[in-house]
Nanobody
Framework: VQLVESGGGLVQPGGSLRLSCAVS????????MSWVRQAPGKGLEWVSSIYSDGSETVYADSVKGRFTISRDNAKSTVYLQMNSLKSEDTALYYC?????????RGQGTQVTVSS
């Protein structure tokens, strides 16, 4: 299984970023996918998950209403649109197979929210 995240960067508070994760070597079309994050000095935090066909999405309370998860099964890619970013969103963001934090993760993409 290989997961490659991209799209991170430095953004000002209130700004937006769109993360992408390309997946290979995995039954992408038939599985949940998730985004998780790890802030400096903290543990892994689940952010959002999406069902195999995109019909169901779930979010952590901390990002609900600001982040949107989506997927393109034809491209084996999962996305995370992040709006109204806050300093507390600063973290290394990973996509992960399955639902939650226990699946296989990629190398991550850094998101830094700072003025």
């Amino acid at each position: 299984v290989q997961l490659v995240e991209s799209g991170g960067g430095l953004v000002q508070p209130g700004g937006s970023l769109r993360l992408s994760c390309a997946v290979s070597g995995f039954m992408f079309t038939y599985n949940w996918m998730s985004w998780v994050r790890q802030a400096p000095g903290k543990g892994l935090e689940w952010v959002s998950s999406i069902y195999s066909d995109g019909s169901e999405t779930v979010y952590a309370d901390s990002v609900k209403g600001r982040f949107t998860i989506s997927r393109d099964n034809a491209k084996s890619t999962v996305y995370l649109q992040m709006n109204s970013l806050k300093s507390e969103d600063t973290a290394l963001y990973y996509c992960a197979t399955g639902y939650g934090t226990r699946g296989t993760r990629g190398q991550g993409t850094q998101v830094t929210v700072s003025s």
